[in-house]
T-cell receptor, first 113, second 113 residues
Framework: GNSVTQMEGPVTLSEEAFLTINCTYT??????LFWYVQYPGEGLQLLLK?????DKGSNKGFEATYRKETTSFHLEKGSVQVSDSAVYFC????????????FGQGTTLQVKP | KAGVTQTPRYLIKTRGQQVTLSCSPI?????VSWYQQTPGQGLQFLFE???????NKGNFPGRFSGRQFSNSRSEMNVSTLELGDSALYLC????????????FGEGSWLTVV
């Protein structure tokens, strides 16, 4: 089945720094790819998605590009804010005919003023 | 448009008891999945339902069960609770299993004492 590997955290940055959180996956076929964010004490919020190769998902200044050749979906943001402090999860679809998501271990981001 | 609604949000149970958690998906969504989130194991897939049928099941013991009703609302039940069942239980909904937009609820925090 599909699997995903995320960079280990925590990632600690100063406000306005550039953010990259690496995500690579193994998959049969070309699953849709998602980034979710979880703020303390809350559920998961869909941050962005990409459904096919070379698609770029973007939202709230975050971007990720579906790279089929490197099986990666790295999350980037040009200038982080303290309010971006959260746990970020990369997740491919389990397979083409299921709603099951395969989650990595999550990457904790701490942004300091 | 209301989001995914999970009830109860917080509950405390004693070992050996059973618990039922409820999930109301976004209106029009017919696919519901459940996940368990713990600090040690991360996010693990429990089940997926579509049109009242279980399509996928994760690697959990038979004490974990679920169902989906004709209005797409779903419940999960855990019997004979163990301390290790303490977790955040998250419900996700989508239009259909292969849909590429999946939304999560805020979760139900279960503590087993």
């Amino acid at each position: 089945g599909n699997s995903v590997t995320q960079m280990e955290g925590p990632v600690t940055l100063s406000e306005e720094a550039f953010l990259t959180i690496n995500c690579t996956y193994t998959a049969t076929g070309y699953p849709s790819l998602f980034w979710y964010v979880q703020y303390p004490g809350e559920g998961l919020q869909l941050l962005l998605k990409a459904t096919k190769a070379d698609d770029k998902g973007s939202n709230k200044g975050f971007e990720a590009t579906y790279r089929k050749e490197t099986t990666s979906f790295h999350l980037e943001k040009g200038s982080v804010q303290v309010s971006d402090s959260a746990v970020y999860f990369c997740a491919p679809h389990g397979s083409s005919n299921t709603g099951k998501l395969i989650f990595g271990q999550g990457t904790t981001l701490q942004v300091k003023p | 448009k209301a989001g995914v609604t999970q009830t109860p949000r917080y509950l405390i149970k004693t070992r050996g008891q059973q618990v039922t958690l409820s999930c109301s998906p976004i209106s029009g969504h017919r696919s519901v999945s459940w996940y368990q989130q713990t600090p040690g194991q991360g996010l693990q897939f429990l089940f997926e339902y579509f049109s009242e049928t279980q399509r996928n099941k994760g690697n959990f013991p038979g004490r974990f069960s679920g169902r989906q009703f004709s209005n797409s609302r779903s419940e999960m039940n855990v019997s004979t609770l163990e301390l290790g069942d303490s977790a955040l239980y998250l419900c996700a909904s989508s239009l259909a299993p292969e849909a590429n937009t999946i939304y999560f609820g805020e979760g139900s925090w279960l503590t087993v004492v």
